[in-house]
């Protein structure tokens, strides 16, 4: 994995949550899925975690697509 542009933030998203937290979020996972592995819940938990810090490292509007209207029925 490449060093963070940024030092002060942790390179592994699994540092950005307390460990109860990661559980309980991991739980909720494995209680809607009926059947998956802790070690299944546990990777989806941490890909949520990059995703909202990568969220918050990119402020502003986003999904949109190149040329698209944030405006319904526009092109």
Do not use: H, Q, Y
Not at 33 to 40: A, I, K, L, Q, Y
Not at 47 to 67: H, L
């Amino acid at each position: 994995m490449d060093p963070p542009d940024n030092p002060a933030l942790p390179v592994l998203a699994r540092m950005l949550i307390a460990d109860e937290r990661f559980a309980s979020c991991r739980s909720t996972v494995m209680d809607a899925n009926p059947g998956m592995s802790e070690d299944m819940a546990g990777r989806i938990v941490e890909e949520g975690i990059k995703f909202v810090a990568a969220c918050s490292r990119n402020p502003g509007p986003g999904w949109r697509r190149r040329g698209s209207s944030t405006r319904a029925g526009t092109p």
